[in-house]
């Protein structure tokens, strides 16, 4: 019945609106048929327990979900639920009397604009993933969060899944060394999650389990107007939705490191990080990425017993599994993190140059000049309006602003995390107390120190004066004063300094080489 209706719709006289050509895109679990304008979505009457659209109230209600859930993000795509009478193979849209099927009518975007296809043309800029996390942070933000009495999002509930996953995959390996990975990848899971069962709790008792998309990943991402739109979220099992939002950030990292774009997720992580100050959620990112790239094993594997497919597409499935195996178990590894500390006044190119060190490197970028609005209740980019030394530029403010950097750099590195701390860091107190915490976890720490002529120092201030969106607020008298307060470097120190020309040609190339080879001597 189902595949007739889909055939009918593909007919310009059902519609009110002009179509142009058909196409249909099929799921398991959906049919979607483009009509030029417009694209309209029916659910398969489908019941695979996790998701249950067998009867015809069940797929309304999970359309009308579908609609309400997906407008958070992408209201100008998601337009209503269309009910459809008549008969299949003469179908009625809009009509109310003796409604057999829903649709959900969405406006029609182009498929080769989803973010898989664009990365697949190698089309893919680290910008789409900044304004993607940018996107995400400021939706978290707003949407529904649990509390303590929460039935979602507990810790018992978080483990379910995922010890599942591990239970449905070792009866359908037959390799002795697939079986050996298996065990150690589900004995890790299990120690990990005895170790974090605290956080897991504090975090939903914090209300960082919220009503999120559920399903974030490069082909749930289209491009429109050049602007990255997030689409078709889980709405058919609120268990995959109420989520650690450090869950829903996981996946997306997992898909795009999965692909070898470390940088693009390297600059989205921070990104969001920068936006949320979430921090404290990276405790649990690796035990969550495992988790969503086990899942995707899992799938692979099941492709792979289908006793329907092909030799060629179980060999091929089975290569799949493997891949995101051993994509999970790099998550399990020990890590070898390290401090940095930029020194340099304003315009020195400070965040230019270590945003650059973090997609080449990977680790954590901290901002002074968020982290001290964040402090005081700004948004990065927000005025303070300080004059010098006064108002969120006290010395006393100064202080509290580097020992947060300094006690958030310490549970960063405890996590095996590499910190790259964005600040001036003028002072001798302030570098000693930034080495200090790396020293005391007994791991290395380096100072990049950054210089341009005063000339090229003033020109920038002033064009960035220009630009919206800045987080610092750094004018020509903040230069000269930061100048006369430079203290320079010990003969100690120096030990552990990297001198940049931020004028010179590939200055950003030159330092991460630099930094490569004193980090692994």
């Not at 800029?125 to 900044?130: G, K």
Request: charged residues 20%; hydrophobic residues 40%; contains cysteine.
């Amino acid at each position: 019945m189902s595949s007739e209706l889909i055939a009918s719709l593909q007919n310009s006289q059902v519609y009110a609106h002009a179509t142009q050509e058909f196409h249909v895109y099929e799921t398991h679990i959906s049919w979607v048929v483009l009509t030029g304008e417009y694209a309209y979505k029916i659910k398969k009457p489908v019941n695979f327990g996790f998701l249950d659209f067998s009867s015809l109230e069940q797929r309304r209600y999970f359309c009308e979900q579908e609609v309400k859930l997906n407008q958070r993000l992408a209201p100008e795509l998601y337009l209503k639920v269309v009910p459809i009478s008549g008969t299949c193979t003469q179908p009625l849209l809009g009509d109310t009397r003796q409604v057999f099927e829903y649709a959900i009518k969405m406006r029609q975007f182009d498929p080769k604009q989803v973010l898989n296809e664009v990365q697949a043309r190698g089309e893919l800029e680290i910008r789409h993933m900044q304004d993607l996390a940018t996107k995400l942070a400021d939706f978290h933000q707003k949407i529904a969060c649990a509390d303590a009495s929460f039935t979602l999002g507990t810790p018992a509930q978080v483990w379910a899944p995922m010890l599942q996953n591990f239970q449905q995959i070792e009866p359908l390996l037959t390799d002795a060394q697939d079986q050996q990975q298996m065990q150690q990848l589900a004995a890790w899971a299990q120690e990990t999650y005895q170790r974090l069962q605290p956080l897991l709790a504090e975090r939903l008792a914090k209300g960082f389990v919220r009503e999120c998309h559920g399903d974030v990943h490069l082909a749930n991402v289209t491009l429109i107007d050049d602007e990255v739109k997030l689409f078709d979220c889980i709405e058919f099992n609120d268990e995959f939705r109420w989520i650690d939002v450090m869950s829903e950030i996981a996946f997306i990292v997992m898909d795009l490191e999965d692909r070898g774009l470390e940088a693009y997720a390297h600059s989205f992580l921070n990104t969001y990080l920068e936006m949320t100050g979430d921090y404290q959620g990276l405790a649990l990112l690796d035990f969550y990425k495992a988790y969503r790239a086990m899942v995707r094993a899992k799938i692979n594997l099941f492709c792979a017993a289908d006793p329907q497919a092909s030799d060629t597409q179980k060999a091929a499935a089975l290569a799949n599994y493997r891949s995101y195996a051993q994509l999970a178990e790099s998550y399990t590894e020990l890590k070898s993190p390290y401090l940095l500390l930029t020194l340099g006044v304003a315009g020195s190119g400070k965040s230019t140059l270590s945003a650059y060190v973090l997609q080449q490197l990977g680790g954590i970028r901290l901002r002074s000049d968020v982290e001290r609005k964040r402090l005081f209740g700004l948004a990065a980019d927000a005025n303070s309006h300080s004059a010098l030394a006064s108002g969120i530029y006290t010395q006393e403010a100064t202080e509290k602003t580097y020992a947060h950097l300094a006690q958030t750099a310490q549970a960063l590195l405890q996590a095996g995390y590499s910190v790259t701390l964005d600040a001036t860091h003028l002072r001798r107190w302030q570098r000693d107390a930034m080495r200090q915490v790396a020293e005391n976890l007994g791991l290395p720490a380096l100072v990049i120190v950054l210089q341009a002529p005063l000339d090229i120092l003033e020109a920038r201030i002033r064009k960035r004066a220009l630009r919206k969106g800045e987080a610092s607020e750094a004018t020509l008298e903040v230069l000269h004063q930061q100048l006369a307060q430079l203290e320079p470097l010990t003969p100690e120190e120096e030990i552990y300094a990297l001198h940049v020309d931020t004028e010179a040609p590939k200055a950003n190339q030159q330092l991460v080489t630099c930094l490569q080879q004193r980090l692994s001597s």
